[in-house]
């Protein structure tokens, strides 16, 4: 899909890139619409801050194509593509007035004094720094800091905003307000955002799209919402968090339920829809944390077991506020996490070192997409039939 020059559509088709012998990007894909906030997302090394770089010019793909509202950028120097960048660091000029660091880039294109100060005035009240527009930048807090280079960056009136970890500076604090800060700009600007980022809840806190990335290629790329409720495979369950994977060799399949047995006796269901695994195929599924409930097992007792469940030992406790972490360590040596709610857990409290099953309903499995499922003979020539 290609849309008229002009817009902040961001396309890389096919892109490949090798540093000597190390390739950073995969043969990847992704179209970013315009106006949309994008997170990439993944660990060090995924390759996050090599697209950035090769959506603002700094580095060229080795194969593939980057395109901008339609048009191809690669080659074309920075200025001539519609994007901006901003970086961790803040890297403004500390000798400046807050005024000229935001004015700068307007100075470096000729623009007469009156003019780029006025844009740059507009530009400190849409962050709300309009009465520091004399101090120097070490006048300032670091969240003021950030919110002048957001300013500085948006000067050029880019259609697309790149931002490399914008917040890793900041702390706790400072980092939950600018991402709302963040969001509100982009907004009210309605210009796109490409936000990379190592931290799952900044993604998902503030991206309308998120990119999940490992060794060079897209996991999956999906509204923030999917992400979290609907991974695609236990890699992205596990790096969002909030989930627990669980797998095991199919036993049987009725009524678009699989049983399905794990380590040490478990026993889940997955909903499988009108998918017919064989008997003996390995499949995963994920649940939510806040899905499960956890019961202490009494010294002595045995568990109730049953499908849905699992039994193992409290490792970790960690009071949310709203909910109780609790970091189960199974039987199989596996970690299982439960977020309890804490009027539930505060009822009959848990303690570190307990014996606990933690149950859910088979409903709030979700089937992950890992591995190939083998499908019955007969299931298999009616997904061949109807073109699935
Ligand atoms: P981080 O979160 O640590 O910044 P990232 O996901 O942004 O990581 P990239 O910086 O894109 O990862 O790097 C991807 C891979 O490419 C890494 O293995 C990195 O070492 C390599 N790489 C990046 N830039 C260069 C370069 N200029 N020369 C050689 N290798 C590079």
Known sequence: MTQATGSGQVEVASVTKRFGESVAVKELSLTIPHGAYCCLLGPSGCGKTTILRMIAGHENPTTGDVRIGGRSVVGLPQVERGTAMMFQSYALFPHRSVLDNVAFALKVRGVGLPARHNTARELL?????????????????????????????????????LLDEPLSAL???????????????????????????HTQLEAIAVADMVVVMAQGRIEQAASARDIFVAPRNAYVARFVGGQNVLSGTVESTMNGTAAVAGDKGARFAFPVGDIRPTRGSKLYGSIRRDRIGVEKVPPGAKPAGGLNSTVGEVHTLENQGSYVKVTIDLDNGEEFVAHVPDDAFFRSPLDIGDKVEARWSASDVMLLDDGPIALEPAAAEARVASGD
């Open 171 to 197: 702390d706790e604090y400072l980092r939950l307000r600018m991402r709302g800060e963040l969001r509100r700009v982009q907004k009210e600007l309605g210009i796109t955002f490409v936000h990379v980022t």
């Open 125 to 161: 009240a849409k962050v709300q720094l309009e009465k520091f527009a004399n101090r120097l930048p070490s006048e300032l807090s670091g969240g003021q800091q950030q919110r002048v280079a957001l300013a500085r960056a948006l000067i050029t009136n880019p259609k697309v905003l």
